[in-house]
Structure formats: structure tokens, C-alpha cells
């Protein structure tokens, strides 16, 4: 019975895997969720254009991120 393993070296390393799972998760999501953005704005952008107005965008990109500012005139 001493050359068990204990039972704590599993359960970290099932953390660990749901940690990675997390990360992974999130970075799709955040990648989705750009990707989104992105068509809406064109949409606007497209829209404005159509009603007879100009568009004015401006991005910001972070590391995953990016924010959007949207003017139409």
C-alpha cells in the first residue's frame, strides 16, 4: 500500500487539463466574437455608405481584442 500515488497528483491534474480547457475556450470565444464585430461593422459602414453618409471607424487592437468606434455622417 506505501507505493500508491496519492490521490492529490490526479485531481492537479485534472485541473490543469480543465484550466487549459478554459483558456482555450475563452481565447475562441474572444476570437468569435472579433470576427462578429468585425461583419457588424462593415454592415454599418455598408449602411451609412448606402444612405448617402460617410463612415468614420476607428480600431483599437489589444493582444485579443479589438474596440471599435463607429461615426456615421
Same mark, same amino acid.
Given at each position: ?17 480543465? %484550466?487549459?480547457? /478554459? #483558456? ?22 455598408q449602411q451609412c455608405e448606402d444612405d448617402g %453618409?460617410?463612415? /468614420? #471607424? ?13 461615426e456615421c455622417q
Amino acid at each position: 500500500m506505501a507505493s500508491e500515488r496519492p490521490a492529490g497528483n490526479k485531481a492537479g491534474k485534472l485541473w490543469i487539463i480543465i %484550466g487549459v480547457f /478554459i #483558456v482555450v475556450f475563452g481565447i475562441g470565444m474572444t476570437v468569435m466574437t472579433n470576427t462578429i464585430n468585425d461583419k457588424k461593422i462593415d454592415d454599418m459602414t455598408q449602411q451609412c455608405e448606402d444612405d448617402g %453618409g460617410q463612415a /468614420i #471607424v476607428s480600431k483599437e487592437k489589444n493582444f485579443l481584442s479589438t474596440s471599435y468606434s463607429f461615426e456615421c455622417q
